[in-house]
């Protein structure tokens, strides 16, 4: 009897546990049936924790693996002759922070053309740090979340887009899987990463997304003087002084600083470099709003001594050239942003020594390890090869 | 054993209570909720402040803080307090709506209060490592921290041209006469809203329709003239104290809603 009241006990604390269980388990989903590798993402120091990862892409080892070639393929253009085979990487080089370079002999300035020789909009934007991008891609932020046109989201639509475009790549989807399926290797890659040999271009275009996500750039002299690694000179810290104060430079407001290590808001403004309007892919195109007339996107000043060509139609060739203009030549327009408040007085007047200053800032911003990570670069042996 | 059984059926009884998620709302206690809005906002120069400026205003953020009740006989019930910093930012609509989680006892209350920026308690720099309120930090030789507001436009000056303005409230700094730092000053300071409709009502939310009225900013109790102070004023604390001033009466409770709790 007393064995018997145990038993009864135990049995019923054992339904309630397993009813618990059952209970928690409700908004579980099936597991994937494929072993991938979660990649270790680190979040450097200061910087934002909200993370763009699509809940239909996360990171993984093998993703990352394959996004990696694929990034580099010249073969997924489907031509066979090399001066016309296009990557991603054919307009985003890593020794010059993922932009096309101004020294680039195959584009004229630093202005990509793509397949059919025309030139690309607007010069290319860097790709690093993409993951803490929230806001929108772009110079005009054609590419966001939310976006009515529900092609246009994310990293993953501007790789279909970049693959597609006449001046860009210039192929079409087809042709990549059939590249990709006469090569035995990418088909062991894609079910390594995908669960599946069956190669589609949703997938290359996941791959891609997810490699791009890791070109992380954290580790310039200024991200150690943060973490109290390494000590400015006194010309560098003159000119952050410049970069993070009104009454100097006031570069923060649009391009971040300690506060913001991203360098950038990703958000989009006039800064009173024209007053006659002719690009019509400006942010008004997407916008809709007047204000947004001549308006783009401040880029991240990370690795900024290798983002040349500058501004959206590569007008500057130097990082000089750009300081000239927000010191004497910034033009008071109805567009103007307001954060452009040294509009009022033409610029913000920086003496030939404070130009220095900020210029000696701006390459402490410089991260040569992200410039040289063998992890980023192209694979020594390509699939098939 | 009979003590086992029981003990056992009471713990069962719990557990099951609380994992399912079943706890009935106590219907002694309401919520509440600030819904900001800004009475000036409009890229036109359709406003005219007391010194004659015509301007316009293209966004405006800032921080309120530090949210409490008090009650008529003199309690004061601190709301948020984990929280305890909201956001606003006039191009992100759901930063209009200050939802605080706190269960509050039913009852009338007589005001409410906040403070406008950030306290040097909790004013510290990389406390916010996500937009967009990271966006809003203040800089470090400057004083850290964050902004208080930043509020943005362009007025005509006394030509009829346009020009520019960031009227940014936050930390000042005092200088020596050689330039040099030799001081901060904490700037934030307290809003208090009284209304005699303001209760806490059984299973309901209490909504404060909170505004901003922007042109308060620029004129009183100090007639704020953009051709004198210009276009940027964080680094002169003469101009925020007087800015700071002004925004005492800024913000009005225009009106006080009960909506059922979902």
Not at chain 1, 64 to 72: A, D, I, P, S
Not at chain 2, 5 to 23: A, H, Q
Request: aromatic share 14%; net charge negative.
């Amino acid at each position: 009897m007393k064995l018997n009241s145990y038993t009864l006990l135990f049995a019923f604390w054992a339904l309630i546990i397993m009813g618990l269980v059952s209970c928690q388990k409700q908004n579980i989903e099936e597991p994937v049936t494929y072993n991938t590798t979660a990649y270790d993402f680190e979040i450097p120091y200061g910087f934002p924790t909200m993370l763009n990862i699509p809940d239909d892409n996360p990171i993984t080892v093998e993703g990352v693996e394959l996004g990696r070639y694929l990034f580099y393929d010249g073969r997924l253009s489907g031509r066979t002759n090399p001066d016309e085979q296009l990557s991603c990487s054919s307009c985003h080089q890593q020794q010059y922070a993922f932009e096309a370079g101004i020294e680039n002999p195959n584009f004229k300035n630093g202005h990509p053309r793509g397949f059919n020789g025309e030139q690309t909009h607007h010069v290319t934007l860097p790709l690093m740090n993409l993951i803490w991008n929230n806001s929108a891609y772009g110079w005009n932020g054609n590419v966001f979340k939310g976006n009515n046109n529900g092609n246009l989201n994310n990293i993953e639509d501007i790789v279909r887009v970049s693959f597609m475009a006449e001046n860009e790549i210039g192929t079409d989807t087809t042709t990549v899987v059939e590249v990709l399926n006469s090569i035995d290797e990418y088909q062991k890659l894609f079910e390594k990463a995908f669960g599946s040999s069956k190669i589609t271009f949703k997938n290359v275009e996941r791959a891609i997304a997810q490699f791009v996500r890791t070109l992380v750039s954290s580790n310039s002299k200024f991200d150690r003087y943060l973490r109290g690694e390494e000590q400015l000179t006194q010309s560098e810290m003159n000119g952050y002084v410049l970069f993070t104060t009104e009454e100097g430079a006031d570069c923060f407001h649009c391009h971040g600083g300690g506060g913001n290590p991203l360098f950038t808001t990703h958000l989009f403004y006039n800064n009173g470099k024209e007053s006659t309007f002719t690009d019509e892919f400006d942010r008004l195109f997407i916008s809709g709003d007047p204000m947004d007339r001549g308006a783009y996107k401040a880029t991240s000043l990370r690795n900024i001594k290798y983002q040349a060509p500058y501004m959206h139609d590569g007008r500057f060739k130097t990082l000089e050239e750009v300081i000239d203009m927000y010191s004497h030549s910034v033009l008071i327009t109805p567009v103007v942003n307001p954060l452009m408040h040294h509009a009022n007085t033409n610029g913000v007047q920086l003496t030939p020594q404070e130009k220095t200053d900020l210029l000696n800032f701006l390459y402490s911003l410089t991260d040569e390890d992200f410039i040289n990570d063998p992890r980023f670069a192209k694979p020594n042996i390509m699939p098939g090869e | 054993m009979k003590i086992i059984r029981i003990t056992s059926f009471i713990i069962i009884i719990l557990i099951s209570n609380y994992s399912c998620n079943n706890v009935p709302e106590n219907k002694s206690f309401g919520k509440l909720e600030l819904v900001f809005s800004h009475s000036v906002y409009a890229d036109t120069f359709n406003y005219v402040n007391e010194a004659g400026n015509r301007f316009m205003i293209s966004e405006i953020q800032y921080f309120v803080s530090d949210i409490k009740l008090y009650t008529d006989s003199k309690d004061t019930i601190v709301l948020d307090k984990y929280k305890d910093i909201h956001y606003v930012d006039t191009d992100i609509p759901d930063s209009w709506t200050y939802n605080l989680d706190d269960s509050i006892a039913i009852g009338k209350y007589n005001k409410v209060s906040f403070t406008f920026g950030i306290n040097e308690k909790k004013n510290i720099s990389r406390r916010f490592v996500n937009p967009p309120e990271s966006f809003m930090f203040w800089p470090e030789f400057l004083g850290g921290g964050y902004h208080y507001m930043k509020l943005n436009g362009k007025w005509l000056d006394s030509f009829d041209h346009p020009k520019v303005f960031n009227f940014h409230l936050g930390i000042g700094q005092n200088y020596d006469e050689n330039g040099n730092i030799i001081s901060f000053e904490q700037n934030y300071f307290e809003i208090e809203l009284e209304s005699d409709d303001l209760v806490i009502v059984e299973g309901k939310l209490t909504q404060l329709q909170v505004l901003m009225q922007v042109e308060n900013w620029f004129n009183s109790p100090n007639v704020w003239d953009f051709n004198y102070y210009g276009g940027k004023i964080m680094q002169n604390q003469k101009a925020i104290s007087l800015a700071c001033e002004n925004g005492h009466d800024v913000f009005l409770l225009k009106s006080v809603a009960y909506k059922d709790l979902n």
